[in-house]
């Protein structure tokens, strides 16, 4: 699978949604960790998700009155607005009311855009040291969970033009090479993982950047991961 496929296709909302066969979510992730574009789109997806689970969750649990009516000024607006979007009459032919139209949609996307920025800390991140710390993070995604991240300083000098996390196991097999794209000065930077990716066991995470051909090891970071 190339992008242009999984972009045909729908892939990522398809991933998402558990919509495609086992063969397919084989070839798909294994197109994922090669695709910067589709990794963040994935990412951002999984962020929303969860998100989206967490305020459902907060409604489900909050106490709801037996009968309590709208206030007037939480509803007025609509009751306003509504009869420029009525299919009858001919407001919709009025310039200023198609303006009005965008307007809303755009304020809506921009908020949908803040949710799952703001969305980040809904999916459980693990903090990762270098290894000369002699730190090692444990890892251990909730139950349920589809995805975790990992995140890490920005501690080493200079700037490259690729950049990327492998993940080896103890033997020092690679089993994980995930794509970053990292703006300049980024002080932090953030793995996204499907849960389902790795078993539980000991691992180091080196993180690589690349110039041309030369690619150089910046930082070795150890994780045992714990999957319930």
Request: proline content about 7%; charged content about 25%; hydrophobic content about 40%.
């Amino acid at each position: 699978m190339d992008h242009l496929d999984a972009d045909k296709t729908k892939a990522v909302e398809r991933y998402m949604l558990g919509d495609l066969s086992v063969s397919e979510v084989e070839e798909f992730e294994r197109h994922f960790f090669d695709c910067p574009q589709c990794s963040e789109e994935l990412r951002a997806l999984a962020i929303f998700q969860e998100n989206a689970r967490a305020v459902f969750v907060e409604q489900d649990l909050a106490p709801m009155p037996a009968s309590v009516p709208a206030p007037e000024s939480a509803a007025g607006w609509w009751r306003g607005l509504s009869p420029l979007f009525s299919n009858r009459g001919t407001s919709w032919n009025r310039p200023w009311a198609m303006a009005l139209a965008a307007l809303v949609i755009g304020i809506f996307a921009g908020y949908m855009a803040f949710t799952m920025r703001e969305g980040a800390q809904a999916i459980k991140g693990y903090p990762l040291y270098a290894l000369a710390r002699g730190e090692e993070t444990i890892v251990s995604p909730p139950q349920g969970s589809k995805f975790y991240r990992m995140y890490f300083d920005n501690s080493w000098e200079g700037t490259y033009t690729s950049y990327r996390a492998v993940v080896r196991d103890e033997s020092g097999a690679t089993k994980l090479s995930i794509p970053l794209a990292l703006d300049p000065g980024e002080a932090e930077v953030e793995v996204l993982v499907p849960t389902r990716k790795l078993p539980s066991g000991k691992y180091v995470l080196a993180m690589m950047g690349g110039n041309g051909d030369k690619e150089t090891e910046l930082a070795l970071l150890p994780f045992t991961l714990q999957i319930k």
